[in-house]
């Protein structure tokens, strides 16, 4: 990967400008996040893997996104309220951004390039189902939909790229935390 995730820009859902580089040192998982989603309770599960390893140097980063059929309608003042009232979310929040197609944001084209194929733990792909739902899926190696997870190392290294429907508390998502978490 050319440049680090750490010098990309990025702003606060809060609408302050800032980069990744805060978390250097951390372990990071970046996903993309929208509130009108079956897979929207996976914003608990998500809360909840990021109160128990915390302490350890895990950090959460969600970034909104309304990349799919408009399930993040909101502006970021809303995304925080529904976030923080229906799910108790402490992780960062970030600016709404794009992450696919023509104008998606530089970090998700470096996560993208970094790791360009998504892990998929499921016995009938994420894939499958939203054809099974009537969606034409993105081809890869695009985000295929929200909750797509990105595990960064502490040195800035994307490592490893989970499918939509993996969950948060699934083993070979907590054991590839944990991992990160144990190296240096």
Same mark, same amino acid.
Not at 25 to 38: F, W
Not at 100 to 119: D, F, N, S, T
Not at 125 to 150: D, H, M, Q, S, T
Not at 151 to 158: H, I, M, P, T
């Given at each position: 990967?050319?440049?680090?995730?750490?010098?990309?820009?990025?702003?606060?859902?809060?609408?302050?400008?800032?980069?990744?580089?805060?978390?250097?040192?951390?372990?990071?998982?970046?996903?993309?996040?929208?509130?009108?989603?079956?897979?929207?309770?996976?914003?608990?599960?998500?809360?909840? =893997?990021? $109160?128990?390893?915390?302490?350890?140097? +895990?950090?959460?980063? !969600?970034?909104? %996104? /309304?990349?799919?059929?408009?399930?993040?309608?909101?502006?970021?003042?809303?995304?925080?309220?529904?976030?923080?009232?229906?799910?108790?979310?402490?992780?960062?929040?970030?600016?709404?951004?794009?992450?696919?197609?023509?104008?998606?944001?530089?970090?998700?084209?470096?996560?993208?390039?970094?790791?360009?194929?998504?892990?998929? =733990?499921? $016995?009938?792909?994420?894939?499958?189902? +939203?054809?099974?739902? !009537?969606?034409? %899926? /993105?081809?890869?190696?695009?985000?295929?939909?929200?909750?797509?997870?990105?595990?960064?190392?502490?040195?800035?290294?994307?490592?490893?790229?989970?499918?939509?429907?993996?969950?948060?508390?699934?083993?070979?998502?907590?054991?590839?935390?944990?991992?990160?978490?144990?190296?240096?």
């Amino acid at each position: 990967m050319s440049a680090s995730i750490y010098d990309i820009p990025v702003r606060k859902i809060t609408g302050e400008e800032t980069s990744l580089a805060e978390f250097k040192g951390h372990v990071l998982l970046v996903v993309n996040v929208a509130s009108k989603c079956g897979l929207t309770p996976q914003y608990e599960g998500l809360e909840k =893997l990021y $109160e128990q390893y915390k302490g350890q140097g +895990l950090v959460i980063a !969600g970034f909104p %996104a /309304n990349d799919f059929k408009a399930q993040e309608p909101g502006t970021n003042e809303e995304i925080q309220a529904f976030c923080t009232t229906n799910f108790g979310v402490k992780f960062p929040l970030f600016d709404k951004i794009t992450v696919v197609g023509q104008q998606k944001h530089p970090l998700y084209a470096a996560l993208i390039a970094a790791q360009p194929k998504a892990v998929s =733990l499921s $016995e009938v792909p994420f894939r499958e189902k +939203l054809k099974g739902y !009537g969606i034409e %899926a /993105n081809p890869e190696p695009e985000v295929l939909w929200n909750f797509e997870k990105f595990l960064v190392s502490r040195s800035g290294e994307v490592v490893e790229r989970f499918a939509p429907d993996t969950q948060p508390d699934a083993l070979a998502l907590v054991a590839a935390i944990e991992a990160e978490l144990a190296g240096s």
